[in-house]
């Protein structure tokens, strides 16, 4: 008859430097707290690195330009503003930049007759294209649609502001897609 082995094999779990389990998905133990407090149930699972998913919101260029008019630039500002948190949500961490929000933009805007506001649509479309080209989606969309589309596309009997701001939101609904899916 076979012996069976008495042996225990002994778990491995891996830890993070100064052994807490909450990098592997565990409770935070008040004896591997550092400062002997219990953690509080809100900050459980503070250390997991997991990404705060952004809320998808319905964004269309339609709808944009329509409130747009209805709310007299309210609802431009809000959008915009939202969106330049997002930007900093998805790409700071990769780029070391910070876009102010877009209320801000738009009194800088007024004071320098509009000036501030090109160059600040300018670098915010640079960032959306440069983290669509760090992630690996297959959308163009950079600086150049900005200034393709929305500056000298007015010459085209208004049509292009509208292809601007489609694609604006097309690339920041991708960009949205994937950080919620891979952080």
Excluded at 103 to 122: D, K, P, Q, R
Aim: with cysteine; hydrophobic share 45%.
């Amino acid at each position: 008859m076979a012996r069976k082995s008495s042996k225990k094999t002994k778990q491995v779990v891996p830890t993070m430097p100064g052994n807490y389990p909450q990098a592997c998905g565990g409770a935070y133990s008040v004896a591997n707290n550092p400062y002997g407090a219990p953690i509080p149930p809100a900050y459980a699972n503070a250390f997991t690195y997991e990404p705060v998913p952004i809320k998808k919101r319905a964004r269309g260029m339609i709808l944009f330009v329509l409130l747009n008019i209805v709310t007299l630039g309210i609802y431009g500002l809000v959008v915009l503003s939202h969106v330049s948190q997002e930007i900093n949500l998805i790409a700071s961490d990769y780029d070391r930049k910070n876009t102010p929000y877009y209320c801000l933009a738009a009194f800088l805007s007024f004071i320098t007759l509009g000036i501030y506001g090109v160059i600040y649509m300018n670098n915010l479309c640079a960032r959306i294209g440069n983290e669509l080209k760090r992630r690996n989606i297959k959308y163009k969309f950079s600086e150049a649609s900005y200034w393709g589309w929305n500056v000298f596309g007015v010459l085209l009997v208004g049509i292009g502001p509208l292809v601007f701001w489609h694609k604006f939101f097309k690339a920041m609904k991708k960009l949205i897609a994937d950080y919620n899916i891979y952080g």
